[in-house]
């Protein structure tokens, strides 16, 4: 599913090197987790993947299903399957939070040549999706994003994820700003989307979320490197002893 | 004070150009004070403080500039799928046959040229005299020149609350036309009415609408000023609101070389409502100027003024507003935001807002942005699978939405979105 082969980025506006040969490979219905100490570069991972501006790949390569992602737009991405829950879901004033669904759904199934969903089908589709992650009605009308609580928030990008169908999801710090018992209603919803068919890619600074979305391997992230793999038990050597004795040479 | 020479030429040439009507019966005193008033005047120069950012110029000279007609394409006639009472014009002209019967329940229709054969007229009140009103402390010479000169335009006397709304339709058919309309709309106590208006009107169209808003009336305006590119329009508004009062305006503007709009609101009435909005988009040599001028001299007054323009390939947009605060207008609540959305850095925006406030105890608020499409939105939306263009549209109706959201009746707004949706989509239609 997902593969990336010692990718290399750095800033687009100044010489920084970020990421310095990160190699990872996201099976089918597998979870992965990247833990790291701030600045290590896994947002930068997240941001890469998914195309935003701002970042210069040096060397490497990233691949969904074979297809090379480097080279292509965001929304191709997206198309393609790619899904990146943000660490900061954006705010949208003036865009009503059932049209954005509607419209990225639609443009998604314009993109595969599939016929683009009614506004009455896609209602009924959106409530049911929506009751699931136990979100309510209100927070559809609203607008994107705006004056919704930290866990709203989250809700929220999970709720795109479940009616987008993604193939391989990133969680970028989803648990960042969340109370425990916001989290766990996330990690829910995450759980209720793991299927066969579907890869997780989870960065996350702490292990408790970890404790809710248990994953299959393990990486520990320093420097825009992967230093260190293994399974679940890795994440609680973290959390007892903290990144230090993980981290590279250059900064030990 | 006498005019400076090239002013008085220009006002000179162009009232030599007009010709009053034959018979203009009980219009005939106001149209002479108005001419009067055009001439002491003078009409507006490229020198006024007041037409700082908009070349009069071709407003002002007396033969209207040539405007190549447009057809909309497969786009519905605006307005098509409201129930509603059609008075149609083309190039300012009545249209009998395109229009309904001039009859509607609780209300009074007629046309000017028809209601000034008479001596006597309840529209005496309203026509010329708020505009004359609205001449301080500013010179509105255009409006007076139409309340001098005006050819025709409807009168509509309000008397219950009338739910179907009156349509203008202004059609432009003649590549040098120039039109001249007057409407007057005096609402009773208690009466409701919408006005409707669209279309391109002429290859030059000045229109004045004067609006008398009695007790607890409530008057609501939507207008769309046609796709047509080269036409001119100078249009005026003015309005006086008695106690708990209401009145509602919306322009949208799509297209043109030569757009002022100004609209003049009184509170006179405790307790008075008036809410002012526009969306204007436009590219190239679009230009497009909102002036508005809002006097509060009643206690407990609300005024809002939303304005937005979405700016392309060396688009210009215009704002001027501002608040008078007169000193007995105590608790008063205004409210003025122009905004533009640069499309890229060849467009500009240029925004004068002002406040003169003479009570103490009121709040005002007011701000002006130019900026850029939101990267961080775009990004966002881009990430979930939704194309640049098609995202660069959302978010450009995301950024009209607060303007457009003053439009209270749920039909016609969707319309309008429609409308502005249709013409990003079509990239300049």
Same mark, same amino acid.
């Given at each position: 599913?997902?593969?990336?082969?010692?990718?290399? =980025?750095?800033?687009?506006?100044?010489?920084?090197?970020?990421?310095?040969?990160?190699?990872?490979?996201?099976?089918?219905?597998?979870?992965?987790?990247?833990?790291?100490?701030?600045?290590?570069?896994?947002?930068?991972?997240?941001y890469? $993947?998914s195309g935003r501006d701002?970042?210069?790949?040096?060397?490497?390569?990233?691949?969904?299903?074979?297809?090379?992602?480097?080279?292509l737009e965001p929304e191709e991405r997206a198309a393609?399957?790619l899904f990146l829950a943000f660490?900061y879901p954006v705010e949208i004033p003036g865009v009503g939070n059932m049209t954005f669904l509607r419209t990225a759904v639609n443009a998604q199934r314009k993109a595969?040549?599939?016929?683009?969903?009614?506004?009455?089908?896609?209602?009924?589709?959106?409530?049911?999706?929506?009751?699931?992650?136990?979100?309510?009605?209100?927070?559809?009308?609203?607008p994107v994003n705006v004056?919704?609580?930290?866990?709203?928030k989250?809700?929220n990008e999970?709720l795109q994820m /479940?009616v987008l169908?993604p193939?391989?999801?990133?969680?970028?710090?989803?648990?960042?700003?969340?109370? %425990?018992?916001?989290?766990?209603? =996330?990690?829910?919803?995450?759980?209720?989307?793991?299927?066969?068919?579907?890869?997780?890619?989870?960065?996350?600074?702490?292990?408790?979320?970890?404790?809710?979305?248990?994953?299959?391997?393990?990486?520990?992230?320093?420097?825009?490197?992967?230093?260190?793999?293994?399974?679940?038990?890795?994440?609680?050597?973290?959390?007892?002893?903290?990144?230090?004795?993980?981290?590279?040479?250059?900064?030990? | 004070?006498?005019?400076?020479?090239?002013?008085?030429?220009?006002?000179?040439?162009?009232?030599?150009?007009?010709?009053?009507?034959?018979?203009?019966?009980?219009?005939?005193? /106001?149209?002479?004070?108005? %001419?009067?008033? =055009?001439?002491?005047?003078?009409?507006?120069?490229?020198?006024?403080?007041?037409?700082?950012?908009? #070349?009069?110029?071709?407003? +002002?000279?007396?033969?209207?500039?040539?405007?190549?007609?447009?057809?909309?394409?497969?786009?519905?006639?605006?307005?098509? !799928?409201?129930?509603? $009472?059609?008075?149609?014009?083309?190039?300012?002209?009545?249209?009998?046959?395109?229009?309904?019967? $001039?009859?509607?329940?609780?209300?009074?229709?007629?046309?000017?040229?028809?209601?000034?054969?008479?001596?006597?007229?309840?529209?005496?009140?309203?026509?010329?005299?708020?505009?004359? #009103?609205?001449?301080?402390? %500013?010179?509105?010479?255009?409006?007076?020149?139409?309340?001098?000169? /005006?050819?025709?335009?409807?009168?509509?006397?309000?008397?219950?609350?009338?739910?179907?709304?009156?349509?203008?339709?202004?059609?432009?058919?003649?590549?040098?036309?120039?039109?001249?309309?007057?409407?007057?709309?005096?609402?009773?106590?208690?009466?409701?009415?919408?006005?409707?208006?669209?279309?391109?009107?002429?290859?030059?169209?000045?229109? =004045?609408?004067?609006?008398?808003?009695?007790?607890?009336?409530?008057?609501?305006?939507?207008?769309?000023?046609?796709?047509?590119?080269?036409?001119?329009?100078?249009?005026?508004?003015?309005?006086?609101?008695?106690?708990?009062?209401?009145?509602?305006?919306?322009?949208?503007?799509?297209? !043109?070389?030569?757009?002022?709009?100004?609209?003049?609101?009184?509170?006179?009435?405790?307790?008075?409502?008036?809410?002012?909005?526009?969306?204007?988009?436009?590219?190239?040599?679009?230009?497009?100027?909102?002036?508005?001028?809002?006097?509060?001299?009643?206690?407990?007054?609300?005024?809002?003024?939303?304005?937005?323009?979405?700016?392309?390939?060396?688009?210009?947009?215009?704002?001027?507003?501002?608040?008078?605060?007169? /000193?007995?207008?105590?608790?008063?609540?205004?409210?003025?935001?122009?905004?533009?959305l640069?499309?890229?850095?060849?467009?500009?925006?240029?925004?004068?807002?002002?406040?003169?406030?003479?009570?103490?105890?009121?709040?005002?608020?007011?701000?002006?942005?130019?900026?850029a499409i939101d990267e961080t939105a775009l990004f966002y939306l881009r990430s979930r699978g939704v194309p640049t263009q098609q995202a660069t549209d959302l978010l450009t109706l995301a950024f009209?939405a607060?303007? +457009?959201?003053?439009?209270?009746?749920?039909?016609?707004?969707?319309?309008?979105?429609? #409308?502005?949706r249709?013409?990003l989509?079509?990239?300049?239609?």
């Amino acid at each position: 599913m997902l593969e990336i082969k010692n990718l290399q =980025v750095k800033l687009e506006e100044e010489d920084k090197q970020i990421l310095k040969g990160v190699d990872l490979k996201v099976g089918a219905g597998e979870v992965h987790a990247i833990m790291g100490p701030n600045g290590s570069g896994k947002s930068t991972l997240s941001y890469v $993947l998914s195309g935003r501006d701002g970042y210069e790949v040096t060397g490497g390569e990233a691949t969904l299903d074979g297809e090379d992602l480097l080279d292509l737009e965001p929304e191709e991405r997206a198309a393609l399957g790619l899904f990146l829950a943000f660490q900061y879901p954006v705010e949208i004033p003036g865009v009503g939070n059932m049209t954005f669904l509607r419209t990225a759904v639609n443009a998604q199934r314009k993109a595969k040549g599939e016929d683009e969903m009614s506004a009455a089908d896609f209602l009924k589709f959106i409530r049911e999706r929506a009751k699931a992650l136990k979100i309510d009605a209100d927070m559809l009308k609203r607008p994107v994003n705006v004056g919704f609580s930290g866990g709203e928030k989250k809700r929220n990008e999970i709720l795109q994820m /479940a009616v987008l169908e993604p193939k391989m999801c990133i969680l970028d710090e989803t648990d960042s700003g969340l109370d %425990v018992d916001a989290m766990k209603l =996330v990690a829910e919803g995450v759980n209720a989307l793991r299927t066969e068919g579907r890869g997780f890619l989870v960065i996350t600074h702490y292990q408790r979320l970890l404790d809710h979305i248990k994953p299959d391997v393990v990486h520990i992230m320093s420097n825009g490197k992967i230093v260190k793999t293994g399974g679940p038990e890795l994440a609680l050597e973290v959390e007892n002893n903290g990144y230090a004795e993980f981290l590279d040479t250059e900064e030990a | 004070m006498a005019l400076p020479k090239v002013k008085q030429t220009a006002t000179e040439e162009r009232l030599a150009a007009m010709s009053l009507p034959e018979a203009p019966g009980w219009t005939g005193p /106001a149209r002479d004070a108005a %001419v009067a008033r =055009v001439g002491a005047m003078g009409l507006p120069g490229r020198r006024d403080e007041y037409w700082k950012f908009t #070349r009069p110029d071709t407003l +002002v000279q007396a033969e209207a500039p040539r405007a190549a007609t447009f057809e909309g394409g497969d786009e519905a006639p605006t307005f098509d !799928g409201i129930d509603r $009472l059609k008075v149609v014009f083309v190039d300012g002209v009545f249209d009998e046959a395109a229009s309904d019967d $001039l009859a509607l329940e609780g209300l009074k229709i007629e046309r000017l040229a028809e209601a000034q054969k008479s001596d006597l007229h309840w529209a005496r009140d309203v026509y010329g005299r708020l505009e004359e #009103r609205g001449q301080s402390p %500013v010179d509105r010479p255009l409006a007076a020149l139409n309340t001098a000169f /005006a050819t025709d335009g409807i009168l509509i006397h309000v008397s219950g609350k009338v739910t179907k709304p009156v349509h203008f339709v202004y059609h432009h058919k003649s590549e040098t036309s120039d039109a001249m309309l007057h409407h007057c709309v005096k609402l009773e106590e208690g009466a409701e009415l919408t006005v409707l208006e669209s279309g391109p009107a002429a290859a030059r169209f000045n229109n =004045v609408m004067e609006v008398e808003v009695a007790d607890t009336a409530r008057f609501a305006h939507i207008r769309t000023q046609g796709r047509d590119h080269e036409r001119r329009a100078a249009t005026h508004i003015f309005t006086r609101l008695g106690t708990e009062s209401t009145f509602k305006s919306f322009t949208m503007t799509a297209n !043109g070389v030569m757009t002022r709009n100004e609209c003049v609101i009184e509170l006179t009435g405790d307790d008075a409502v008036a809410h002012v909005a526009g969306a204007a988009l436009g590219d190239g040599d679009f230009h497009h100027d909102d002036t508005v001028f809002i006097t509060h001299d009643a206690v407990n007054c609300e005024s809002r003024q939303v304005f937005k323009k979405v700016l392309r390939n060396g688009a210009t947009g215009v704002f001027q507003g501002k608040i008078l605060v007169k /000193a007995g207008a105590q608790k008063t609540d205004g409210y003025q935001i122009s905004q533009s959305l640069l499309l890229d850095g060849d467009s500009q925006f240029l925004a004068k807002p002002e406040l003169e406030i003479y009570a103490d105890d009121v709040a005002c608020s007011h701000g002006s942005t130019s900026g850029a499409i939101d990267e961080t939105a775009l990004f966002y939306l881009r990430s979930r699978g939704v194309p640049t263009q098609q995202a660069t549209d959302l978010l450009t109706l995301a950024f009209l939405a607060e303007a +457009v959201d003053e439009i209270d009746d749920e039909a016609l707004r969707e319309e309008i979105v429609d #409308r502005l949706r249709g013409w990003l989509e079509r990239r300049r239609g």
